[in-house]
T-cell receptor, first 109, second 113 residues
Framework: QQQVKQSPQSLIVQKGGISIINCAYE??????FPWYQQFPGKGPALLIA?????SEKKEGRFTISFNKSAKQFSLHIMDSQPGDSATYFC????????FGQGTRLTINP | DGGITQSPKYLFRKEGQNVTLSCEQN?????MYWYRQDPGQGLRLIYY???????QKGDIAEGYSVSREKKESFPLTVTSAQKNPTAFYLC????????????FGPGTRLTVT
């Protein structure tokens, strides 16, 4: 119940395309859903986050879509750029953060 | 500059030795956390602390110990009892424990041979 399942494990997208990463959870007590971006050898950086009272949140090229009834949420990166190449982690929180397994995103120029 | 510092960036130890990883924050955050990251895996919580002189075990606390004597500092000791200590260790902090945003340090890569 404390797991967050993330897919795909790896993703290759052409420059300018849309990158989509999906996460699913079981625990309905989760009340905060952040996404983190991590470059090799660095710590994760908070990218964008959402709470379950809204269905979508957009910040620049990054959008979180949240489906409370399906217990799923996803990250969309519009107009993907080579600089977006990184590992992305979804997470869910109920007093503690539970992380997904990560998605290695590669944007081909 | 406000942030979280971890030192050293790379650490090498022989099997059977205890080693302490440093984590300092100047964000005035109450809560601090230690995570372990292995290749191809998500972050797993080792220990967390909501307040000075108090800390709780996370999901994989066996073989690790922590202290929280100061608000700014949360050192992690990897003991010889940890069966597979080679990993990337990440420290994080947040204003309060729970759903608050967590900010991560740059990490320490520990290699035990």
């Amino acid at each position: 119940q404390q797991q967050v399942k993330q897919s795909p494990q790896s993703l290759i997208v052409q420059k300018g395309g849309i990158s989509i990463i999906n996460c699913a959870y079981e625990n309905t007590a989760f009340d905060y859903f952040p996404w983190y971006q991590q470059f090799p050898g660095k710590g994760p950086a908070l990218l964008i986050a959402i709470r379950p009272d809204v269905s979508e949140k957009k910040e620049g090229r990054f959008t979180i879509s949240f489906n409370k009834s399906a217990k799923q949420f996803s990250l969309h990166i519009m107009d993907s750029q080579p600089g977006d190449s990184a590992t992305y982690f979804c997470a869910a929180s109920n007093r503690k953060l539970v992380f997904g397994q990560g998605t290695r995103l590669t944007i081909n120029p | 500059d406000g942030g979280i510092t971890q030192s050293p960036k790379y650490l090498f130890r022989k099997e059977g030795q205890n080693v302490t990883l440093s984590c300092e924050q100047n964000l005035n955050h109450d809560a601090m956390y230690w995570y372990r990251q292995d290749p191809g895996q998500g972050l797993r919580l080792i220990y967390y602390s909501q307040i000075v002189n108090d800390f709780q075990k996370g999901d994989i606390a066996e073989g690790y110990s922590v202290s929280r004597e100061k608000k700014e500092s949360f050192p992690l000791t990897v003991t010889s009892a940890q069966k597979n200590p080679t990993a990337f260790y990440l420290c994080a902090s947040s204003i309060a424990q729970g759903g608050a945003e967590q900010y991560f340090g740059p990490g320490t890569r520990l290699t035990v041979t």
